[in-house]
């Protein structure tokens, strides 16, 4: 038998996979059940209700997310690097095989007018990666509203991306953010 820990990281781990690649409409808790080994009545015992395994899938995505992101672009020298290297990593997850687009937008487009918690937690992914954008900015000491503009940029080239299953955008935005960042 499983551990309550084990089991917890089995349900997680099935869910985010069918969750991402599915959608979490389409998905079923008897599909989570099925995918990660873990009995049913187990699974209600982890997570009470979709939603809270959804809310869990999100936290844990969101975390995993801005992690790789700051290990990436933390390893650049300069401010200005820092800024370039946001939409290099954008290009790198881009080009994964199983690149879906954002599953904070997707979430949202998804549940976001029934879900408040859900529409919540994308709210807070998308303002932390501005409020990221932002501390890159000032060590810039570039002017404030150039987070938002990066920040539209990416989320742009995050959408564009997985629409036109291309890593492309990222590129391209990179080349408006060095424009931008040169800009008077």
């Given amino acids: 038998m499983l551990d309550q820990e084990t089991a917890r990281e089995r349900v997680l781990e099935a869910a985010e996979e069918l969750f991402y690649s599915q959608g979490i409409q389409a998905v079923g808790m008897d599909a989570v059940r099925n995918a990660s080994g873990v009995s049913l009545k187990r699974l209600y015992q982890l997570f009470p209700s979709k939603e809270a395994l959804v809310l869990e899938f999100l936290q844990q995505r969101d975390a995993r ?4 992101l700051a290990d990436y672009v933390g390893a650049q020298s300069t401010p200005e690097e820092r800024i370039a290297a946001v939409f290099d990593w954008l290009y790198k997850w881009f080009s994964e095989p199983d690149y879906r687009g954002c599953a904070f937008i997707n979430s949202f487009g998804e549940l ?4 408040p918690e859900v529409a919540e937690q994308a709210r807070q992914h998308k303002q932390a ?3 990221y954008l932002a501390d890159l900015v000032t060590a810039c000491g570039r002017p ?8 539209l940029l990416a989320e742009g080239a995050i959408t564009t991306a997985a629409i036109f299953g291309t890593p492309e955008p990222a590129h391209q935005a990179r080349d408006a953010a ?5 800009a008077p």
């Fill in 65 to 68: 997310w801005q992690r790789a």
């Fill in 112 to 115: 976001g007018a029934v879900a």
């Fill in 129 to 131: 990666f501005r409020d």
């Fill in 144 to 151: 404030a509203e150039l987070a938002d503009q990066l920040a």
């Fill in 178 to 182: 060095r424009l931008l960042m040169h």
